[in-house]
């Protein structure tokens, strides 16, 4: 099955590159198609401490894409896991989703903090972080990653 999606808008600011770590340093602009969206599409928003953005890798090539298990970042201390058992940008349909602290609402524009997506980057969707969605029970992760996320933000 096909799906076509319209981006909301577009990352503005923050790194102009895809490195990894140190994400918490990055803050960046989340800008709405204003031929689409007017500041009313983000009338209480504001009153939220984080927003999930739901974005598309889209200078991935399709070429780069990965279907089979691989070692995270390319570490052979890890194990191969398959693609979704990571969280790569290199995956199927090239979506992101980060919570991010929302450090402002203006006109049409979000400012936030610790986004991991770069500069001009077209995001597809835009949700207010609710308690009542974190995870229900116990947490359960490998220690590699862990490991990896230890210096991400």
Known sequence: MKIELQAVGTVVGGRAEPTDDDWDRETAVV?????????????????????EVVFHFDRVSEDDIQYVA??????????????????????????????????????????VQGLDAIDGTPVLDIKPYMTGF????????????????????
């Open 31 to 51: 800008a709405l198609d204003a031929s689409r969206f007017t500041a009313e599409s983000l009338a209480g928003l504001d009153a939220f401490s984080h927003i």
């Open 70 to 111: 691989r070692h995270p970042r390319g570490n052979t201390d890890w194990p191969k896991v398959g693609i979704f058992a990571q969280r790569g940008r290199v995956r199927p349909n090239r979506i992101g989703v980060t919570v991010c602290r929302l450090v402002k609402v203006e006109g049409t524009e979000i400012t």
């Open 134 to 153: 974190q995870v229900r029970g116990v947490v359960e992760e490998p220690e590699w990653a862990k490991v990896l996320m230890a210096e991400y933000w």
